[in-house]
């Protein structure tokens, strides 16, 4: 860290990132009841980060977070998201019939739930991970934001 | 969105507000060089539609568009700000007459087109009366997510929802293939400071993005 700049910035952000890694979660598993869902979750992770690497720097980011492990959670995601139908049809429904995971009767909503769930498990984790290597490309192609950049 | 029929005056009033304010940011952004500026405003304006959506009743658009539109894209455009001249070139005045008259024209057309829309909140509208209506009616039995939004979203429609992450993920794959995946500069800054960095990052940020 050189000299004292952006010291407020630093401070800030580091009080700010937890709450909003916090509140991604928050959107994330109170999507069922509220508003929001795994869509803004994601971005909301992906925001946190990003913030990281404009006030901490792209290369501790990147040490923490590296590019090859957003890009293997985004396409995670993909094969989360299709698994849950892939799981479906082996339990003798349709693709992404979530009443069939749990071979239950039509009333019963645990399959529902668990498929809702798991969808949007792939999405965050689809989302956050897509928005996280678009970041990582533009950001990699300059080593630095210098201070006047600002 | 032309008439406002759920609140009285003083909701009127705030929509004319807001509508005001993001006539004024397009234009200060239309009128502006400086990149910077302008990737901030907007922000602004993402951020003031986003309250503007929240206001006619669109909680979940107005999230995603402050999630999206202010948070994401500003970031986004920062990044793309970085790799060019900070400041637009400046334009011969009158030499834009062209696509002013196809922006006016289109923009008349719109309004014209506005006059059939239904009124905001109109309950014989297509939009809730057919099958909108069904997912609210059948929504409880079927699935008992109280929230219709996220069981459209991932139950009803859920093919769609699935092509809508392949979408994404697409996106950011094209973005990577074309700009590479920054590990470049991520090799070059090992490469000069062998040393770990002066601030290491917290431990959770991995099981973060997992």
């Known amino acids: ?150 | 969105m032309t008439e406002i029929q759920m609140g009285g005056t003083g909701t009127a009033l705030i929509n004319i507000l807001f509508l005001g304010i993001l006539f004024v940011v397009a234009l200060a952004i239309a009128r502006l060089r400086s990149l910077f500026a302008i990737v901030m405003l907007s922000g602004v304006y993402s951020l003031v539609s986003a309250a503007w959506y929240i206001l006619v009743d669109a909680v979940d658009v107005g999230f995603t568009e402050a999630a999206v539109g202010a948070g994401m894209s500003t970031a986004v455009l920062l990044g793309a700000m970085l790799l060019t001249a900070r400041t637009a070139k400046p334009e011969k005045p009158f030499s834009r007459i062209g696509p002013f008259v196809v922006c006016l024209a289109a923009g008349i057309m719109l309004i014209y087109a506005t006059i059939d829309l239904p009124a905001l909140g109109d309950p014989n509208s297509p939009a809730n009366a057919g099958v909108g209506l069904t997912y609210l009616q059948i929504n409880w039995h079927d699935t008992g997510v109280p929230n219709v939004v996220t069981s459209v979203l991932a139950s009803y429609r859920g093919f769609d929802t699935l092509g809508e992450t392949a979408v994404v993920f697409t996106a950011g794959l094209a973005v990577a293939l074309l700009l590479g995946f920054g590990e470049r500069s991520l090799a070059e800054t090992l490469r000069n400071a062998p040393k770990p960095g002066a601030r290491p990052a917290p431990a959770r940020k991995d099981g973060e993005a997992s």
């Open chain 1, 1 to 150: 860290m050189k000299g004292d700049h952006h010291m407020i910035l630093r401070v800030i952000a580091k009080c700010l990132i937890p709450l909003i890694v916090i509140y991604g979660f928050y959107v994330q598993f109170h999507g069922e009841v509220g508003a929001g869902g795994a869509f803004q979750a994601g971005i909301v992770l992906a925001v946190a980060l990003i913030l990281n690497a404009l006030v901490f720097g792209l290369t501790p980011t990147m040490r923490a977070v590296p590019p090859w492990l957003a890009r293997s959670v985004a396409a995670v995601g993909v094969l989360i998201y299709a698994g849950v139908g892939v799981w479906a049809m082996l339990m003798g429904g349709q693709y992404l019939e979530y009443q069939a995971l749990f071979g239950e009767p039509p009333g019963g909503h645990d399959g529902q739930h668990a498929g809702i769930i798991l969808v949007e498990l792939g999405v965050l984790c689809a989302v956050s991970g897509a928005m996280t290597t678009i970041f990582y490309a533009l950001a990699g192609r300059v080593a630095e934001i210098r201070d006047e950049d600002w």
